[in-house]
């Protein structure tokens, strides 16, 4: 059974730094890509930025030059670094991997928990 676990949610200051991690575990053959989204209530989650096996990435317009993702494939283990933090970036952050379990199984969509990220004005 795979599991992504995520830690370093918390209470920031505007114009903070925050840094998400997630790490995979459980029985899976690869990870394709990684990435973070974010929810507020009545909201959809978005996509906030995603990495790929080979360290492409893709963010969204409103955290480009603020927000890094970067992924350790040794460790199964995907990150997200947040700079100039502003109070629209409050929100349930979800660390999402597209993982293969075996062989002749379909790629499938994992998620975590999720982790609160609020930033006070």
């Known amino acids: 059974q795979v599991q992504l676990v995520e830690s370093g949610g918390g209470l920031a200051q505007t114009g903070g730094s925050l840094r998400l991690s997630c790490t995979a575990s459980?029985?899976?053959?690869?990870?394709?890509?990684m990435g973070w989204y974010r929810q507020t209530p009545g909201k959809q989650r978005e996509l906030v930025a995603s990495?790929?096996?080979?360290?492409?990435?893709n963010y969204a317009d409103s955290v480009k030059g603020r927000f890094t993702i970067s992924r350790d494939n040794a460790k199964n283990t995907v990150y997200l670094q947040m700079n100039s933090l502003k109070p629209e970036d409050t929100a349930v952050y979800y660390c999402?991997?597209?993982?293969?379990?075996?062989?002749?199984?379909?790629?499938?969509?994992?998620w975590g928990q999720g982790t609160q990220v609020t930033v006070s004005s």
């Open positions: 990495i790929t096996s080979g360290g492409s990435t």
């Open positions: 459980g029985r899976f053959l690869s990870i394709n890509t």
């Open positions: 999402n991997a597209n993982i293969r379990v075996r062989f002749a199984v379909p790629w499938g969509d994992y």
